[in-house]
């Protein structure tokens, strides 16, 4: 255990008192010290504590044995869980016991902060973590500085003290985490935001060792590999352009890359955008964005900024994948970065699909069967990007009928079924597996099930998809549960019938499904 996450004793008593229900404030009851002794056992594990002559030392003791043995932060996610909290307050409403909950953290802090102590929040568990500790440091931008959480695979991003008063550069703080948390949730390749702090003006992320600029330079990659990266790259940031989303500041600095994916990271410059794809006017736009990789467009402000800005950073990322160079045009991909850099914007790629359609194109020369085989191992192994697709599209009923029973590839699959551009060519592919149903000659039923719990799953996963394609999605789970009365479909359905939106089936499928509901 590290010291400096150790609480001097007038502040580690403060706390005890205040989960005794000692203060006035406190969320918590009062106890006896009997009671005290058997709620810390019980929820502790603890050795039997005899009471000392004050109430606090039963919750004092209990902290230091925790400290023993490594698990402090167990204790403080314990005792300031929402189902710890609720049976204090014995309150139904989960609304209130959130806030109340929060209020303790927020007391809990206010004490801890005399020893430069902080508890941070992440995915409903606590870390204590020290505030000042540089040791932890592991990156530092123009405005916010980056610290491990020891224990953990998060960081920390914290504002510069020097800059919160700066209401300009605190707004687009809490934007950028905004983009991450609610805006680019799901997307597979984005970093991971989890709980913003208001008082710390702070956010907790996931950490990722290694950015491009570092792998490019230390990676010996071959040819394909690089291509691989590059379309990966795009395949996620045509996601984020999906979204309504600009980065305005990519550079290999800020993608990274763990297990061999890239991660892209640091929307501080990050843009919702509308509907002609050109950002709102917003404050503080005299930042630009990294000058190498940076549309010359920028440096007249941010706000002359849009996709095709982000298209002209990508094609000098494509260049450094590549080459290590950003300004090396010599390569495989030359044409693609040529274009995407042009300096007018009538020849400049409008979209980043165009870039991805493009290096297919120019990829598409070697063997088909390489591609599958390609297409076939990240299959094996549940993996999925932008390259698959053509792959994907290609099954025809049959095959894909078979392929649907293994759930690996189901998982894959709902991806490309998700995916707006494809809407169409999904409901046409599902009706026609909808025909087969009812018709099932040279089919075993059990051969359905795999359709039918990829239906499920679908609609259970991805809320976005259009009302038709759900439609048709419902009317297979019904024809293959009723039609050709697949028990164990039904009971998956019933399983699962709680997260598909029952307002959604009421209303629009409602005729399909109601005799399983």
């Not at 049976?87 to 802090?109: F, G, H, M, P, W």
């Not at 394909?224 to 352009?241: A, F, K, S």
């Not at 790629?349 to 990829?363: P, V």
Request: hydrophobic share 35%.
């Amino acid at each position: 255990m590290q010291e400096n996450l150790r609480m001097t004793p007038s502040v580690q008593k403060n706390i005890c008192e205040y989960f005794n229900g000692d203060y006035q404030d406190s969320v918590y009851q009062y106890r006896s010290g009997s009671n005290l002794v058997e709620m810390y056992t019980t929820r502790f594990g603890t050795p039997n504590i005899v009471a000392g002559p004050s109430r606090w030392t039963l919750c004092d003791d209990t902290i230091n044995y925790m400290y023993e043995m490594g698990n402090i932060n167990e204790f403080f996610t314990v005792m300031l869980s929402l189902r710890n909290i609720n049976k204090e307050l014995r309150e139904t409403n989960q609304a209130i016991v959130a806030e109340k909950r929060k209020e303790a953290i927020d007391r809990i802090n206010q004490m801890l902060l005399e020893d430069d102590l902080e508890l941070l929040s992440l995915n409903n568990r606590l870390i204590l973590h020290h505030i000042d500790d540089d040791s932890d440091l592991i990156g530092s931008g123009g405005f916010a500085n980056v610290y491990r959480v020891p224990g953990t695979n998060t960081v920390v991003k914290k504002l510069r003290d020097e800059f919160k008063d700066n209401d300009g550069i605190v707004s687009r703080f809490k934007q950028e985490f905004h983009l991450i948390h609610d805006k680019l949730r799901g997307i597979d390749g984005i970093i991971e935001g989890y709980e913003y702090n208001v008082d710390e003006i702070s956010y907790t992320m996931e950490y990722c060792s290694t950015d491009l600029k570092n792998y490019i330079a230390d990676m010996n990659l071959n040819e394909t590999q690089r291509i691989d990266l590059v379309l990966e790259i795009l395949g996620i940031m045509d996601q984020v352009h999906n979204r309504g989303v600009l980065h305005r500041d990519l550079s290999p600095k800020n993608i990274f890359i763990k297990d061999g994916h890239p991660i892209i990271a640091d929307f501080g410059l990050g843009k919702a955008i509308d509907g002609d794809g050109r950002t709102y006017v917003t404050i503080d736009t005299s930042m630009n964005g990294t000058l190498e990789y940076c549309d010359p467009r920028q440096f007249q402000g941010l706000g002359f900024a849009d996709k095709q800005s982000d298209i002209y950073s990508l094609g000098r990322i494509v260049n450094y994948v590549m080459t290590r160079d950003s300004d090396n045009f010599k390569h495989t991909l030359s044409i693609v970065s040529t274009i995407a850099t042009e300096a007018s914007l009538d020849a400049r790629y409008h979209t980043i699909k165009e870039m991805i359609d493009k290096i297919n194109r120019l990829t598409k020369t070697k063997a088909d069967n390489e591609y599958a085989m390609k297409c076939e191992r990240f299959l094996s192994v549940g993996h999925y990007d932008k390259t698959m697709d053509e792959f994907l599209l290609s099954f025809e009923e049959d095959n894909l009928i078979n392929r649907l029973n293994n759930i690996k590839f189901r998982n894959v699959y709902s991806k490309i079924v998700a995916n707006v551009s494809y809407n169409a060519i999904m409901i046409d592919r599902f009706e026609s597996l909808h025909q087969i149903f009812l018709h099932p000659i040279g089919h075993t039923f059990a051969s359905f099930d795999g359709v039918a719990y990829f239906c499920i799953d679908t609609l259970k996963n991805y809320r976005n998809i259009t009302p038709a394609l759900k439609t048709i999605l419902g009317e297979c789970i019904y024809d293959i549960a009723e039609g050709i009365d697949r028990w164990s479909v039904q009971e998956y359905f019933d399983k699962n019938y709680r997260d598909l939106e029952p307002d959604y089936i009421q209303e629009a499928i409602s005729a399909s499904l109601k005799r399983i509901k």
